[in-house]
């Protein structure tokens, strides 16, 4: 694995910068990457991460399509299967509804369906998260429903230079990956990035922090308030960046909880169903005797993302997760 | 009130001919098998026969060429066999067996290969549009001569798959050959049921695209208007419409009560059947003597034999395999 701390020639970059200087590189790299989506081209996409690629690569290379989310996918898979590398923009992952059909039928099962003869090289970009409010169908993580479907990679960064890594990683590989990034990490922070290229594995976890007391685990934008909260506490506690969300990197979790016997999951997505549930019931098939207090979820409410004024209220915040973490660490059996 | 039989002299000489005949026969006495194995429960699942509609598929796959490529639906043993995979390879896939083309995960719907550019028969109805359109999308950036020939039925045109799929490939000029097998009936509706625009090719038309209505009960006719149509979208007009006016013989899947037509409707469409009327064509003309379409016959009887042999002498996947292909080996680290 690279250590990409060690990489000399570093620049600052924020997420959605480290997004635009990736996707350049690799296009660089090879001739088959082609980035396709609405508004992408001279525009430079509704987040600006492709601005500037147009100008240097031309409209083969930078494609603008019409608002046809699921055709778009359709046809991201013929190409993939002709030898090409898209990396499709979806605006917001609340519109890749649309493209459910293709995104399962085709995209997804092309190939275990096929024996491993057809390969559907291709990147769905989709931006998530709340925290910029603008409203229901663009600010909700419905990242479960995505591992839920067998054959597709799920990703999601939570800093620039990881977001550099997992992205030419997501584009270099031969399945089809979804690579989530949150908008509202899009311009919070600048870090340096390595300016060479490298990858990091698609399906592995990131150790950010170790501790003995609680295994706190999160990803994208929850991950910064995971870390905030866990400052404001006096425990040890140790965290973990869900960064691959599918395939899920569990045994990484499964040691943690076995040292400090605590968990604590926090997402955005909805409870019910949702990928703390998955983790939960992970915990409990194989390390539950190590168990000292039930493993807590904070996330967000079974309700469809609601008005501005209460989204504070619906998301997980640094405070909430502290009282989660603060319950568990006072449990009692 | 149907047309009257196809009819009328036979353009080609006898080698394509008795090609164009052999291909029709392969396809109908490997369907009537598959129904007979079906009932056996060698076959399971879904089954759905060409039974009828074969001077669809041979007409037009013979107007393509060896590098095109291929979508097609959950109705294509015809296209597969035609397309020059093999029947042993499709037999055993409808099986479920490991010689098949997918190791027989895919079954009778879903035939895929690599070597003759079939990317699929597909469950989903209007599935395979979209990929159809992906993949002239690159051979147009790759600026290959290739062109994509996508069937699908009637009951595709009110998917909105279809519409999308239509408005991108004339949007951005594609190289797509989009084939309508109107067989008038999806499962158990009537087109007229379903949509509020019968005329598929208007539809067609209001991409801006051109079309072609052709009886596709008639090999010769299916033939010469394919050849057209492919010269069209390979000089790079752009993608092309083609309906091809057909009629399935059998049940949607291998069982239906057929509630929604009437056996009269059924039998005046057999007399318009393609592998008959092209027989009776030919030995007017004197270029198919009754012996000649017995040996024909008796080849294609043997052929299917052998594939039922070899699917029957097929090996099952081991559970072990399960797991198996849900990512790619390097996938993880590229
Ligand atoms: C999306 C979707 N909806 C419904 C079905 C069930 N179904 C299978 S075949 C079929 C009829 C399609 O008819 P048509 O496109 O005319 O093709 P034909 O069977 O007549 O060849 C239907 C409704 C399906 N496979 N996919
Ligand atoms: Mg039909």
Known sequence: ?333 | MIAPPPSGPVPYARDFAHRLLTDMLRIRRMEEKSAELYGAGKIRGFLHLYIGEEAVAVGALHALQAEDNLVTTYREHGHALVRGMSMDVILAEMYGKREGCSLGRGGSMHLFDKRTRLFGGNAIVAGGLPVAAGLALADKIQKTSRITACFFGDGAVAEGAFHESMNLAALWQLPVLFCCENNLYAMGTALENSESQTDLCAKAASYRMPTIKVDGMDVVAVHEATRQAQARVRAGEGPLFIEYQTYRFRAHSMFDAELYRSKAEVEEWKTRGPVHTFTARLKQEGKLSEEEFLALDAQVNTEVAAAVAFAEAGTWEPVEHMLADVYTPAGSQP
């Open chain 1, 1 to 333: 694995m690279t250590r990409i701390n060690e990489l000399p020639v570093m620049e600052e970059m924020n997420l959605v910068t480290a997004v635009t200087h990736t996707l350049r590189q690799e296009m660089q790299r090879d001739p088959s990457v082609r980035v396709m989506g609405y508004d992408i081209g001279p525009i430079g996409g509704v987040f600006r991460a492709t601005e500037g690629l147009f100008d240097e690569f031309g409209p083969d290379r930078v494609m603008d399509t019409p608002l046809s989310e699921n055709g778009l996918l359709g046809v991201a898979v013929g190409m993939a299967m002709r030898g090409e590398r898209p990396v499709i923009e979806m605006q917001f992952l609340g519109f890749m509804y649309n493209a459910w059909g293709q995104f399962i039928y085709n995209l997804a099962n092309l190939h275990q369906k096929t024996g491993g003869a057809m390969k559907v090289p291709l990147t769905i970009r989709a931006t998530f998260g709340g925290g910029i409010k603008p409203l229901p169908f663009h600010s909700e993580s419905t990242e479960a429903y995505l591992m839920h479907t067998p054959g597709v990679r799920v990703v999601c960064p939570s800093t620039p230079a990881q977001a550099k890594g997992l992205l030419a990683a997501a584009i270099r590989s031969d399945d089809p990956v979804v690579f989530l990034e949150h908008t509202k990490m899009y311009r919070a922070f600048r870090e340096p990035v390595p300016m060479a290229d490298y990858t990091l594995p698609l399906d592995k976890c990131r150790m950010v922090q170790e501790g003995d007391d609680l295994t706190l685990i999160a990803w994208g934008n929850m991950l910064h308030y995971s870390i905030a909260a866990a400052a404001e506490t006096n425990a040890s506690i140790e965290i973990i960046d869900m960064c691959s969300l599918a395939p899920l990197d569990v045994a990484p979790v499964l040691a943690s909880v076995k040292k400090t016997g605590r968990c604590v999951i926090v997402h955005e997505a909805r409870r019910t169903a949702g990928p703390g549930a998955e983790i939960s019931a992970l915990i409990n098939e194989y390390a539950l005797e190590w168990l000292k207090a039930p493993v807590k979820r904070v996330t967000a409410f079974d309700v469809f993302f609601p008005e501005n004024q209460i989204e504070d209220a619906y998301l997980p915040s640094p405070q909430r997760i502290k009282a989660g973490i603060e319950a568990v660490l006072n449990y009692q059996f």
